[in-house]
Nanobody
Framework: VQLQASGGGLVQAGGSLRLSCVAS????????MAWFRQAPGKEREFVVA???????YYADSVKGRFAISRDDAKNTFYLQMNSLKPEDTAIYYC??????????????????WGQGTLVTVSS
């Protein structure tokens, strides 16, 4: 099983980026998926998650700016990031829950991690 994240890069404050995460090796259509991030010197933190039914859950710091979606036919989910701020700078990791019908909002809920993609927001 592998999660492959992509789409990171350098963007100015106020700009947008779209991250993608492609899953391979199994289907995750009955599993919650999420994005976490880790800034230098900080712990990995929850950003956003989406359930197998499409319900979404956001950290307060990104509400109204980020949007998560999924396309189970492509075994892919996305993170649209708008109005980016310098404090959004981090390595972003896609994640899948460690069991079916679980939404991973904390690290112990995660069974699979992607390799991370760096997002840098300049001021």
């Amino acid at each position: 099983v592998q999660l492959q994240a992509s789409g990171g890069g350098l963007v100015q404050a106020g700009g947008s980026l779209r991250l993608s995460c492609v899953a391979s090796g199994r289907t995750f259509s009955d599993t919650g998926m999420a994005w976490f991030r880790q800034a230098p010197g900080k712990e990995r933190e929850f950003v956003v998650a989406i359930s197998w039914t499409g319900n979404s859950y956001y950290a307060d710091s990104v509400k109204g700016r980020f949007a998560i979606s999924r396309d189970d036919a492509k075994n892919t989910f996305y993170l649209q990031m708008n109005s980016l701020k310098p404090e959004d700078t981090a390595i972003y990791y896609c994640a899948a829950a460690n069991s079916a019908r679980l939404v991973p909002t904390i690290v112990p809920h995660v069974g699979y991690w992607g390799q991370g993609t760096l997002v840098t927001v300049s001021s």
